[in-house]
């Protein structure tokens, strides 16, 4: 596509009027919510370009270029004095398309637990279509307000908006920080040690934010045009090719910075780490009858492992044992069996509980990770109770879990509240079950807790075939680089693998393939700059956001109160 068949949002015929045609014989809602066909296509363009920037799919480039169509559409609208419904629809309208694309398999995936699946597909659409229309709009009034470029408001609000994501309690869902479409090119990928993910979705939204301006000087509407010629101010060439050089200079300064990090950041070896990927489907794990046939080709493969290396750890994936291991007396005996005869410990996925009170039904029970050590001893360190749990599959959004405890795949699940690493005798362990890859705080409290490793044990077998197992995957190529410790993935159905402290993956088994690997896993001695002071470029960019919603808020008053 050429640049001047981008649709741009409130343009018809080229001119950049906004389009207000009036939309007949709708209710309000709708016409407020129905986009002209100018501003669906922008919005679309900037989804299609968003969805296919992400693993799976080889189009990291896009990332880099997708929110021009949206931004171009808000500056117009907000230079041009078009309302501010506009702004909201482009958001909107972006990320039903957006999300709607790269987030499909939550329909697929949690069909397995509930019939309502498709509801939850379309309730978190829903939901980010809000969100996204909120920072839509907001970058709507700090254009108007401010006449900055879009290369600074379009950074500010996009990175406020992934922060908000991130933190957003029990609806935190930061599935597609802009950074992650990185996460398969490690020299551009280095970055994140700075300030996380949020810091590399800094430089991309900036990106974005200097081609749109780049395209709005080369591209006037009517009303720009005619600003210029009152103020006998012609457009340069400047002012279309400044930013486009800005936008290269960045990128060379990421890369140069990832080459440099790439040759000089130290490798030290910790510890020959064993994983089990058993391969068990998600009918099976469903099923109650099936669940104490697992531990078999655990141990199975775990002996099988263990016959021709001898690690200093094995892994098994999320919820490897998925009931209480009080109910399972076989099951505490076959850990016993296989760390005494070999003399590794098994750090393993299992269902565990606190008791709350004296009666029958006082008690709170967790995803969680258990350690049996080299003696064959259970207990001997605390689990691990996953603090970040999937919204209504795990924990029902803002209730007591209790109400759901009698209903499975529904929202019963205690959040834990410690992240206090594993002891070893190579070095501390921290772990991360399943979805909890996807949040860097998670990590980095325990790099500052000490930990030389961090381990992801995860059952990704309800995602099925499609995009989402890559999608998840990814995420803890950026928490290796964050936090500088190398990464082992010990997956039920894949993809395990190991991801050594720069980022880059090896040894990865196939999806749906029983197996098991080995891995010399590594360390650095490095406290990076996002581990010692945080997402400072995200919560820099949150507070600025406040600020000038605060103005906006503030000059609203006066004007109504004059």
């Not at 263990?306 to 998925?322: G, K, N, Q, V």
């Not at 325990?446 to 998840?472: C, E, M, S």
């Amino acid at each position: 596509m050429t640049p001047a068949a981008i649709p741009i949002a409130g343009a018809r015929g080229g001119t950049g009027t906004p389009d207000r045609a009036p939309i007949r014989g709708k209710t309000g809602f709708w016409r407020g919510l129905r986009p002209t066909g100018h501003e669906l296509g922008a919005a679309a363009l900037s989804g299609v370009l968003f969805a296919a920037a992400f693993p799976p799919f080889p189009g990291a480039a896009l990332i880099l270029i997708c929110l021009v169509p949206l931004a171009i559409g808000i500056a117009r609208a907000a230079d041009g004095g078009a309302p501010v419904s506009v702004a909201a629809r482009l958001g909107a309208w972006f990320a039903i398309v957006a999300f709607g694309l790269a987030l499909y398999w939550i329909a697929v995936a949690l069909s397995l637990f509930t019939s309502l699946a498709f509801l939850a597909y379309i309730a978190t659409l829903i939901g980010m279509a809000a969100l996204v229309a909120l920072t839509t709009t907001t970058l709507y009034h700090a254009r108007r307000l401010t006449r900055w470029p879009v290369a600074i408001l379009l950074p500010v609000a996009w990175v406020s908006l992934e922060l908000l994501l991130a933190y957003f309690s029990d609806l935190a869902f930061p599935w597609f920080p802009l950074g992650l479409a990185m996460a398969p090119h490690p020299v551009f990928a280095q970055a994140a040690d700075l300030s996380g993910v949020h810091g590399l979705s800094l430089w991309i939204a900036a990106t974005n934010g200097l081609l749109a301006d780049a395209w709005l000087a080369a591209m006037p509407s009517v009303a720009s045009a005619t600003s210029a010629v009152r103020r006998r101010a012609p457009i340069g060439r400047t002012a279309i090719i400044a930013p486009v050089a800005i936008a290269l200079a960045l990128a060379g300064g990421v890369w140069a910075y990832g080459a440099w990090r790439l040759r000089t950041v130290v490798l030290a070896p910790l510890a020959r780490i064993g994983i089990v990927q058993p391969n068990i489907s998600e009918d099976e794990k469903m099923q109650r009858e099936m669940r104490g046939r697992f531990i078999v080709p655990l141990a199975a493969l775990t002996r099988e492992a263990e016959a021709h290396e001898r690690p200093a750890l094995m892994l098994w994936p999320e919820t490897a044992l998925p009931d209480f291991l009080v109910n399972r007396p076989d099951w505490r005996d076959s850990l016993r069996a296989l760390t005494r005869d070999a003399h590794t410990p098994i750090l393993f996925g299992v269902i565990d509980y606190t008791v709350t009170g004296p009666g029958p039904q006082d008690y709170d029970y967790f995803n969680a990770a258990m350690l049996v050590d080299s003696a064959g001893r259970i207990g001997t360190q605390p689990a691990y109770h996953k603090k970040y749990l999937v919204p209504i599959v795990e924990r029902v959004p803002f209730l007591n879990p209790r109400w759901f405890s009698g209903i499975q795949y529904f929202g019963g699940f205690g959040r834990g509240t410690s992240a206090r690493p594993f002891e070893l005798p190579f070095g501390r362990v921290g772990v991360l079950i399943c979805y909890e890859s996807i949040f860097p705080q998670q990590s980095r409290r325990y790099r500052r807790a000490g930990a030389d490793l961090i381990v992801n044990l995860t059952n990704d077998a309800w995602f099925g075939k499609g995009t989402a197992p890559y999608q998840h995957e990814a995420h803890l190529r950026l928490r290796a680089i964050e936090t500088r410790v190398g990464v082992v993935r010990a997956a039920n159905t894949g993809i395990s693998e190991y991801i050594d402290p720069l980022g880059r993956t090896s040894g990865a088994l196939p999806l749906f393939v029983p197996g098991t690997a080995i891995y010399d896993a590594q360390t650095t001695a490095i406290q990076s700059p996002y581990v010692v002071l945080g997402d400072w470029a995200g919560v820099a960019c949150a507070i600025a956001t406040i600020a000038l919603m605060a103005v906006v808020v503030v000059r609203r008053q006066r004007v109504t109160g004059g």
